[in-house]
């Protein structure tokens, strides 16, 4: 899964790169942000919300004229805390929709898909303890879907409210001598603030 999340993550970026650098066109800039993340499982001991944080490189590319656009960006991103901490590089791909309310002044919405991929390794051990008698495995590559919408200023500020849907474990856990498996997933609210050049 992480080969294949590698390559997806390189041919997004290629297809960017390949995009005539139009100053009208394609924009580049710096995109970052905090986000408040829900572990979401059954299992109630572990039931937590954590502020985090992602900033990274981002793209922007809007066909002229018509308020019809995509973005994507390559960013390193921290959800949960202690021993559920996740730290890694996040990959979202949205396209974009803007209107324009004022010369200097619009708003747009968001969608798209958002890739994960944890580089941390975590504390089993640890978990067991905070979980008692379960046994945890973490997900390396996560997807979720991405939906949001903000504002833009002077056509190069923008303030971004997000939400991300998971589609897919972000932990498995396994009660120790039984085969029943019980699912954990983040729920992701984001609020960014990118620039563009």
Avoid at 34 to 60: A, H, Q, R, W
Avoid at 66 to 77: I, K, R
Avoid at 129 to 150: F, H, R
């Amino acid at each position: 899964m992480n080969k294949y999340l590698c390559t997806l993550m390189i041919a997004i970026i290629a297809m960017f790169m390949a995009i005539p650098a139009n100053a009208q066109m394609l924009k580049f800039g710096l995109k970052g942000g905090v986000n408040l993340s829900e572990l979401d499982t059954n299992i109630k001991s572990i039931k937590e919300n954590s502020l985090g944080y992602f900033i990274g490189p981002m793209m922007e590319f809007t066909f002229p004229g018509v308020g019809l656009g995509a973005d994507v960006a390559v960013m390193y991103a921290q959800r949960g805390k202690d021993e559920f901490k996740m730290e890694g590089i996040e990959v979202p791909l949205n396209v974009k929709v803007t209107i324009g309310v004022g010369s200097s002044l619009s708003i747009f919405l968001a969608a798209g898909p958002d890739f994960f991929l944890n580089l941390k390794d975590i504390d089993l051990l640890a978990i067991r303890e905070t979980v008692d008698g379960y046994e945890a495995k973490d997900k390396k590559a996560q997807v979720g879907l991405n939906l949001g919408g903000g504002i833009k200023i002077m056509r190069h500020l923008q303030i971004g409210l997000n939400y991300q849907l998971p589609l897919g474990e972000s932990f498995t856990f396994k009660k120790i001598g039984d085969a029943v498996k019980e699912d954990a997933k983040y729920n992701i609210w984001q609020l960014s603030l990118a620039y563009t050049f």
